[in-house]
């Protein structure tokens, strides 16, 4: 249940103390008014759902199925690479999909995924990154539910935390330092159990611990791209339309990595690129060391049952024939997959689902397309644009498919101040407790959950949830300022019904 907004209260007081003057005239007024009641009601806008599954399952919906050995219009990869970099899609996909287990071989060979934990969130990149395919946000079915208790030959003594349902989104707990914790993340699992006895770690009292906050995995598609746009064009954004930005409280910032450059990778635009990123992830949520990380987050003896770091360079395979995909570490070739995924691109109508198409594929096929043109034009006259930046053009790029390509991500990559409703209290680099970065919205209608910590599966409460006002379900509190999407809300508050059942049929559309 929504909270209403003040507009439709007025108009939904109005109509009661209408009712009951037309009730003291008589009955059939009483009648006319009720018939008017169950009209403006049944204008409200509402969640289309997500593309794929709710609606237009047979469009063409930009991310195909990525299967090993595909190549194509129906691959998950980007089109335009080298005949080389498309050789190396199935091993990539293969590489994404592995499964990691606690033990590593002795002989160095270490190519088909080993050293889970000692704490980990699952065993790999795929479980959590995998809808509408490969690369992509949390599933429909929670995937941890099928690796908290073994790794396929080692088992664990774990419980499911009370906060993962399994039909819910892969939730990744934080507890920041103002209730007590360290702002990291906080592992879910442990390899504890019947296989590793000398490893007595034991597995957090989540139940126990007040003031968790959660994140959710973000989709990958398009990284290898994000990667490099330059730093001037992300910062001459910012820069921009400093006017209207001032007049609707719209100030954002960067986050700025070691070297001066603008990180703009994560929640909180945490991660310059993505080779650091997979890096980090592989040792945050599998538990496995590699060269970039290599020594373990939990250092409990009994627990370090593999050599350190527990991905390397793979050198036996040096000057053989299957050099050098095979010499390359796990983190670098799951980078190599990353890289190469394609960008998002809007659905496209199909005839043979329902759809009239040619054209957009939109919930509302019967305008062929007209309510996602309008919505767009909506989106940007009450300036979700000036954070969901349209797009970016990449400089030339080393893989050429990647080069002077114009990326329509919708986002400027900045961080910006959401208020205390959606505050997690994490900092990371210059991101505040209440600051994040503003997520591309490119592929936003084939997810199925919203917001940082998958609050809410509803598109219309996601855009609610920017604003003070209307925001709900939130865990973070402190003495924060006014969410920057405030006076853009309103502005969504402003626009008709129909208007606003526009805009949510074009952000199902992308």
Same mark, same amino acid.
């Given at each position: 249940?929504?909270?209403?907004?003040?507009?439709?209260?007025? /108009?939904?007081?109005?109509?009661?103390?209408?009712?009951?003057?037309?009730?003291?005239?008589?009955?059939?007024?009483? #009648?006319?008014?009720?018939?008017?009641?169950?009209?403006?009601?049944?204008?409200?806008?509402?969640?289309?759902?997500?593309?794929?599954?709710?609606?237009?399952?047979?469009?063409?919906?930009? %991310?195909?199925?990525?299967?090993?050995?595909?190549?194509? #219009?129906?691959?998950?990869?980007?089109?335009?690479?080298?005949?080389?970099?498309?050789?190396?899609? &199935?091993?990539?996909?293969?590489?994404?999909?592995?499964?990691?287990?606690?033990?590593? *071989?002795? &002989?160095?060979?270490?190519?088909?995924?080993?050293?889970?934990?000692?704490?980990?969130?699952?065993? &790999?990149?795929?479980?959590?990154?995998?809808?509408?395919?490969?690369?992509?946000?949390?599933?429909?079915?929670?995937?941890?539910?099928?690796?908290?208790?073994?790794?396929?030959?080692?088992?664990?003594?774990?419980?499911?935390?009370?906060?993962?349902?399994?039909?819910?989104?892969?939730?990744?707990?934080?507890?920041?330092?103002?209730?007590?914790?360290?702002?990291?993340?906080?592992?879910?699992?442990?390899?504890?159990?019947?296989?590793?006895?000398?490893?007595?770690?034991?597995?957090?009292?989540?139940?126990?611990?007040? +003031?968790?906050?959660?994140?959710?995995?973000?989709?990958?598609?398009?990284?290898?791209?994000?990667?490099?746009?330059?730093?001037?064009? =992300?910062?001459?954004?910012?820069?921009?339309?400093?006017?209207?930005?001032?007049?609707?409280?719209?100030?954002?910032?960067?986050?700025?990595?070691?070297? +001066?450059?603008?990180?703009?990778?994560?929640?909180?635009?945490?991660?310059?690129?993505?080779?650091?990123?997979?890096?980090?992830?592989?040792?945050?949520?599998?538990?496995?060391?590699?060269?970039?990380?290599?020594?373990?987050?939990? *250092?409990?003896?009994?627990?370090?049952?593999?050599?350190?770091?527990?991905?390397?360079?793979?050198? %036996?395979?040096?000057?053989?024939?299957?050099?050098?995909?095979?010499?390359?570490?796990?983190?670098?070739?799951?980078?190599?997959?990353?890289?190469?995924? @394609?960008?998002?691109?809007?659905?496209?109508?199909?005839?043979?689902?329902?759809?009239?198409?040619?054209?957009?594929?939109?919930?509302?096929?019967?305008?062929?397309?007209?309510?996602?043109?309008?919505?767009?034009?909506?989106?940007?006259?009450?300036?979700?644009?000036?954070?969901?930046?349209?797009?970016?053009?990449?400089?030339?790029?080393?893989?050429?498919?990647?080069?002077?390509? /114009?990326?329509?991500?919708?986002?400027?990559?900045?961080?910006?101040?959401?208020?205390?409703?959606?505050?997690?209290?994490?900092?990371?680099?210059?991101?505040? +407790?209440?600051?994040?970065?503003?997520?591309?919205?490119?592929? =936003?209608?084939?997810? =199925?959950?919203?917001?940082?910590?998958?609050?809410?599966?509803?598109?219309?409460?996601?855009?609610?949830?920017?604003?003070?006002?209307?925001?709900?379900?939130?865990? +973070? @509190?402190?003495?924060?300022?006014?969410?920057?999407?405030?006076?853009?809300?309103?502005?969504?508050?402003?626009?008709?019904?129909?208007?606003?059942?526009?805009?949510?049929?074009?952000?199902? &559309?992308?």
């Amino acid at each position: 249940m929504f909270e209403q907004p003040r507009r439709r209260q007025r /108009q939904s007081e109005k109509r009661v103390s209408t009712t009951i003057r037309f009730a003291i005239l008589g009955g059939a007024a009483l #009648l006319t008014a009720a018939l008017s009641a169950m009209l403006w009601a049944q204008t409200q806008p509402t969640d289309p759902g997500v593309r794929g599954i709710a609606w237009c399952v047979g469009c063409v919906n930009g %991310v195909g199925t990525c299967s090993s050995g595909l190549h194509g #219009l129906n691959n998950c990869f980007q089109t335009g690479l080298t005949y080389n970099e498309k050789e190396s899609e &199935s091993a990539a996909v293969s590489q994404f999909t592995t499964a990691a287990v606690v033990g590593c *071989q002795t &002989s160095g060979s270490n190519v088909a995924g080993c050293g889970l934990g000692p704490r980990f969130n699952s065993n &790999s990149c795929s479980s959590c990154h995998q809808q509408p395919v490969l690369g992509g946000s949390s599933p429909q079915s929670n995937p941890l539910f099928q690796v908290y208790k073994s790794d396929g030959s080692d088992q664990f003594n774990n419980k499911m935390p009370s906060f993962e349902a399994t039909d819910g989104p892969v939730l990744i707990p934080r507890l920041p330092t103002s209730d007590g914790g360290t702002g990291l993340v906080q592992q879910l699992f442990t390899i504890a159990g019947t296989s590793f006895p000398d490893c007595t770690i034991q597995q957090p009292n989540f139940s126990a611990e007040t +003031g968790l906050v959660y994140r959710q995995p973000l989709p990958l598609y398009g990284d290898g791209y994000v990667d490099f746009i330059e730093n001037s064009d =992300i910062l001459n954004n910012l820069n921009s339309n400093l006017t209207l930005k001032t007049s609707l409280g719209v100030i954002g910032m960067a986050n700025i990595g070691d070297d +001066g450059s603008v990180t703009r990778m994560g929640w909180k635009a945490q991660w310059r690129a993505t080779l650091p990123a997979v890096g980090s992830e592989e040792q945050v949520e599998e538990g496995i060391t590699n060269e970039q990380f290599p020594t373990e987050i939990d *250092q409990t003896s009994g627990c370090d049952v593999n050599a350190m770091p527990e991905d390397p360079t793979n050198y %036996v395979y040096q000057g053989s024939s299957m050099t050098p995909w095979l010499f390359l570490a796990d983190a670098e070739r799951d980078a190599i997959f990353v890289r190469f995924l @394609s960008t998002p691109v809007p659905s496209t109508a199909s005839t043979q689902n329902g759809g009239v198409g040619p054209g957009p594929g939109c919930p509302n096929q019967s305008d062929n397309g007209q309510s996602c043109v309008n919505g767009a034009a909506d989106f940007s006259s009450i300036h979700c644009d000036l954070c969901h930046t349209i797009s970016y053009t990449t400089p030339p790029g080393s893989i050429p498919s990647q080069g002077h390509t /114009q990326l329509n991500l919708y986002s400027d990559l900045l961080l910006h101040h959401m208020g205390n409703c959606l505050a997690d209290n994490i900092t990371q680099g210059l991101a505040q +407790g209440d600051m994040f970065r503003t997520p591309p919205l490119w592929n =936003i209608g084939q997810r =199925i959950w919203f917001m940082h910590d998958g609050r809410t599966s509803n598109i219309l409460q996601a855009i609610l949830d920017h604003s003070d006002q209307f925001c709900t379900g939130g865990s +973070g @509190s402190g003495p924060y300022e006014n969410s920057e999407a405030d006076a853009v809300i309103n502005n969504f508050e402003n626009l008709t019904p129909s208007s606003q059942q526009d805009l949510l049929n074009f952000l199902r &559309s992308l």
